[in-house]
């Protein structure tokens, strides 16, 4: 399995902007990678995937237009590019590679690796 480690998580402020990493261990150029994102007391919920390619992208409704997916698969890497962001955004954010190669899946079950997650907290 990849090994997935995150990072760029932090504290700010309603409004703010914040840009997670995550880093891949091996490459992982023929896989869809994926955000999910666990608030406390809610189960894990799908933020955004991209294509392996990188041409195709999926986002949650509740983050369209204010969050960016993007990946350079030189570096091994995935971005997630959070605008706008709103105290409801606040959790523990995970990147995962799908388990199987050019899909671009969003449910959780589907993704094979996951990293440790990297905390984003919003105030208001």
């Known amino acids: 399995q990849v090994q997935l480690v995150e990072s760029g998580g932090g504290l700010v402020q309603a409004g703010g902007s914040l840009r997670l990493s995550c880093a891949a261990s091996?490459?992982?150029?023929?896989?869809?990678m994926g955000w999910f994102r666990q608030a406390p007391g809610k189960e894990r919920e799908f933020v955004a995937a991209i294509s392996w390619s990188g041409e195709s992208t999926s986002y949650a409704d509740s983050v369209k237009g204010r969050f960016t997916i993007s990946r350079e698969n030189v570096k091994n890497t995935v971005y997630l590019q959070m605008n706008s962001l709103k105290p409801e955004d606040t959790a523990v954010y995970y990147c995962?590679?799908?388990?199987?190669?050019?899909?671009?899946?969003?449910?959780?079950?589907?993704?094979?690796?996951w990293g440790q997650g990297t905390q984003v907290t919003v105030s208001s």
């Open positions: 995962a590679v799908d388990a199987a190669p050019y899909g671009l899946g969003t449910r959780p079950e589907g993704f094979g690796s």
């Open positions: 091996r490459t992982a150029s023929l896989y869809a």
